[in-house]
């Protein structure tokens, strides 16, 4: 792997892990299009490290309080928030790796994010939205996770699906994306974990630069995305990105079809 090819993985991941676009969809498309392969699976670990120090930067005083009241009710919510995304990969494993082979799939699901971010602020728009910790049911993020473990699904964005999944459910704007970031703290580290099995067997080929400024990339861009998205939920605007949504997928559609 070269340092430009590490730059522009890392710049991808780090976006598109936060932003409502799908960096697993995003990270196909660039295999299929560019020939750019994230074969090492080493790579693959560091730059979804990097995005994790971007969470912990960016949300560090909730991380703290969490830490210092570890039996709080932010601390369950989190947990059972996670549970349908752990049950989902762990039995569903085949079928997920299956559909990171398709380009169609990735486009279907860049199609279904934008048409999910679009109805979610509609919704938003016609409620209070004006559940904060105290009155969030374990209902509410049962049904986050629910839509988290769904966007395993590449093409089907992950911060998009669990911030539109507290909207929908009535959260406060500002903590539906603040939840939707916390709860992405357990899934990506185990994620991590479950590559970390075959992490001995990849190991660190070539040279080590692409290895570090990889993930170096992923964590500033991956906090960039995380500001951006807080004021773009706050303010009522994350549709926007239904529109990129939607002409990337129609476009990756085409491609399967016609290349």
């Not at 299956?98 to 016609?126: D, P």
């Not at 209070?128 to 966007?151: C, P």
Request: hydrophobic share 55%; proline share 3%; net charge positive.
């Amino acid at each position: 792997m070269t340092i430009l090819q590490a730059l522009i993985l890392g710049a991808v991941q780090g976006l598109t892990e936060f932003l409502p676009v799908s960096s697993s969809g995003h990270l196909v498309i660039f295999q299929h299009m560019f020939g750019i392969q994230m074969n090492s699976l080493t790579f693959d670990v560091l730059v979804h490290l990097g995005t994790l120090v971007a969470v912990f930067v960016a949300f560090w005083d909730d991380i703290a309080s969490i830490l210092r009241k570890p039996f709080s009710k932010m601390t369950y919510l989190i947990i059972v928030g996670c549970i349908p995304a752990g049950l989902m990969g762990y039995f569903l494993q085949p079928l997920f790796e299956k559909a990171f082979e398709s380009l169609l799939v990735v486009g279907i699901g860049l199609l279904i994010t934008g048409g999910v971010l679009k109805l979610s602020e509609a919704v938003a728009e016609k409620s209070l939205n004006m559940k904060e910790v105290r009155e969030t049911s374990y209902w509410d993020v049962l049904f986050i996770g629910l839509l988290q473990g769904i966007a395993i699904i590449p093409g089907i964005s992950r911060s998009g699906s669990t911030i539109a999944g507290g909207l929908l459910a009535g959260l406060d704007r500002t903590f539906a994306a603040r939840y939707s970031f916390l709860v992405a703290i357990p899934v990506i580290m185990g994620a991590g974990l479950v590559q970390l099995k075959d992490f001995s067997a990849s190991g660190v080929t070539g040279s080590l630069a692409p290895y570090i400024i990889g993930p170096v990339t992923a964590a500033v861009f991956g906090y960039l995305a995380i500001k951006i998205v807080m004021k773009l939920v706050r303010n009522g605007r994350l549709s926007i990105f239904s529109y990129y949504c939607w002409i990337v997928g129609a476009a990756t559609i085409g491609a399967y079809f016609y290349l």
